[in-house]
């Protein structure tokens, strides 16, 4: 093997343990994974999110699912109890040194859940520190990176041209 096969495959044994992670922590609480459908008959309603089309003669356009929310919140509604998902979702013209269109997320619901239950739950800096988070900002930074966020959502929408 050579240096470079041994480096993709350690990352993708360290990504299906960082799955497998996420999985047995859900699992240890009694959350149930659920699938939900990429393609949708309607759009999000978020303006700041750009959706991939999907057109079909028999169905008429579709849109590949920026978040599995309403298909998860469906499933609440009929009795599902605590669920997750984790798997990819699609997000048109994000993309940068920190984004790509396709991406994967962890999305859950809690029922009977108190707003601080969930709070600490997901707190981030336990959760980054059992690998469960990609990233965490710190708070002496979060001013730059909303700023620098923003820049890339107004550069997005203007084709790049500021106001001036």
């Given at each position: ?99 790509c269109p396709e991406f994967l997320i962890a999305e859950w619901y809690r029922t009977g859940f108190s707003f601080q239950q969930m709070i600490e739950e997901s707190a981030p800096y336990p959760a980054a520190g059992m690998h ?33």
């Amino acid at each position: 093997m050579s240096a470079e096969s041994d480096t993709v495959r350690l990352r993708l044994v360290r990504r299906a343990q960082a799955l497998h992670e996420a999985r047995e922590f859900f699992s240890k609480r009694g959350v149930i994974e659920v699938d939900c459908p990429a393609l949708s008959a309607g759009a999000a309603i978020d303006v700041n999110i750009d959706l991939f089309a999907a057109p079909s003669s028999i169905h008429g356009k579709r849109f590949l699912f920026s978040s599995p929310e309403y298909a998860m919140k469906r499933l609440l509604c009929h009795g599902s109890g605590d669920i997750y998902y984790l798997g990819h979702v699609w997000r048109h013209e994000e993309a940068g040194d920190r984004h790509c269109p396709e991406f994967l997320i962890a999305e859950w619901y809690r029922t009977g859940f108190s707003f601080q239950q969930m709070i600490e739950e997901s707190a981030p800096y336990p959760a980054a520190g059992m690998h469960y988070l990609h990233d965490v900002i710190d708070p002496r930074e979060t001013r730059d990176y909303i700023i620098r966020a923003l820049e890339i959502s107004r550069d997005r929408h203007t084709g790049g041209i500021s106001q001036h």
